[in-house]
């Protein structure tokens, strides 16, 4: 079992910064892949960006060139730095870990933190 924290939401404006922690406890958690995925009011969850237990990276089109992710498993914490943040950026934002990699598809991961909320003001 892993359990997943995520940490760092909060409410700021158009152009702000925002850095989401993904802490996990349990199984070895540098061998997973960790992914971020957000789910706004009234629309599907869909898949922002994830990290591979290798170290390769993916990012959705509309996040590219504005957030980072990264890992430390050291401290067992996957970050997602958010940066010129738009409106429709707000969501409720989840990090998953999934056991064969890490991917773009919710199907592909096997546990789930409890989210963390971002809006964005205009």
């Known amino acids: 079992q892993v359990q997943l924290v995520e940490s760092g939401g909060g409410l700021v404006q158009a152009g702000a910064s925002l850095r989401l922690s993904c802490a996990a406890s349990g199984r070895t958690f540098s061998n997973y892949g960790v992914g971020w995925f957000r789910q706004a009011p009234g629309k599907e969850r869909e898949f922002v960006t994830a990290?591979?237990?290798?170290?390769?990276?993916y990012y959705t089109d509309a996040v590219k060139g504005r957030f980072t992710i990264s890992r430390d498993n050291a401290k067992n914490t996957v970050y997602l730095q958010m940066n010129n943040l738009k409106p429709e950026d707000t969501a409720v934002y989840y990090c998953?870990?999934?056991?064969?990699?890490?991917?773009?598809?919710?199907?592909?991961?096997?546990?789930w933190g409890q989210g963390t909320q971002v809006t964005v003001s205009s």
């Open positions: 998953a870990a999934d056991r064969e990699g890490g991917g773009r598809n919710i199907w592909e991961y096997d546990y």
């Open positions: 990290i591979t237990w290798s170290g390769s990276v």
